[in-house]
C-alpha cells in the first residue's frame, strides 16, 4: 500500500469514528420507555474497533514519515520534518497576510479631535514575502505529495 493510500484510509476512518461518535451521542438517552434507534453497546464496540484501526494505521504513517525521505534542492528531509516544514510555511503567511491586511489605512473622514492610524510595517514588502512563503509551500506540498504516492507504507 502506498503512504498516499494511508493518509486516505485515514482520513477515511476518522470521518466513520466521528459518525459513530454522532449516533453514541443521539442513542445516549432516550424517552422512558423507548428503545434507543442503534443500540449504544454495539456502537461503542464499533468505534472501538475504528480506534484500534485508526491507531495501527496512524503508526504506520508515522513510521513511515520518519523513514522516507525527499530531496529539495541540496536539502534532504524526512517527510514528517517536511510535513512540519510545509505547516509552519502556511501559518507563517498567514500571519504575514493578516499583518498587511489590518496595517492598510481605512478610508474614514477625520475631524480634528480623531487618531488617525498609519502602518508600522512595509505592506508591499510584507505582502510579497507572504506570496514568498506561499509559493515555498505550494512547491514542498507538491514534493509531499509526489512522494505519498511514491513510498510503500511500512510495517
Known amino acids: ?34 428503545r434507543p434507534a442503534v443500540d449504544p453497546t454495539d456502537l461503542l464496540a464499533e468505534y472501538r474497533g475504528l480506534a484500534a484501526e485508526h491507531e495501527m494505521i496512524v503508526r504506520r504513517i508515522n513510521r513511515t514519515n520518519l523513514g522516507a525521505r525527499i530531496e529539495l534542492g541540496a536539502e534532504s528531509l524526512t517527510l514528517a520534518d517536511a510535513v512540519i516544514r510545509r505547516e509552519r510555511l502556511a501559518r507563517e503567511a498567514g ?50 505529495q509526489q512522494a505519498n504516492w511514491e513510498v510503500e507504507l511500512s510495517d
Do not use: C, W, Y
Open 1 to 34: 500500500m502506498k503512504l498516499g493510500e494511508a493518509l486516505s484510509l485515514r482520513a477515511d476512518i476518522q470521518k466513520r469514528m466521528n459518525r459513530v461518535q454522532a449516533l453514541l451521542s443521539d442513542n445516549a438517552t432516550v424517552q422512558e420507555g423507548d
Open 95 to 144: 500571519v504575514l497576510r493578516e499583518m498587511a491586511n489590518r496595517a492598510i489605512p481605512k478610508a474614514s473622514r477625520f475631524l480634528r479631535t480623531e487618531l488617525k492610524h498609519v502602518p508600522t510595517i512595509d505592506i508591499g514588502g510584507t505582502i510579497a514575502e507572504a506570496d514568498r512563503l506561499s509559493k515555498e509551500h505550494r512547491e514542498l506540498d507538491a514534493r509531499i
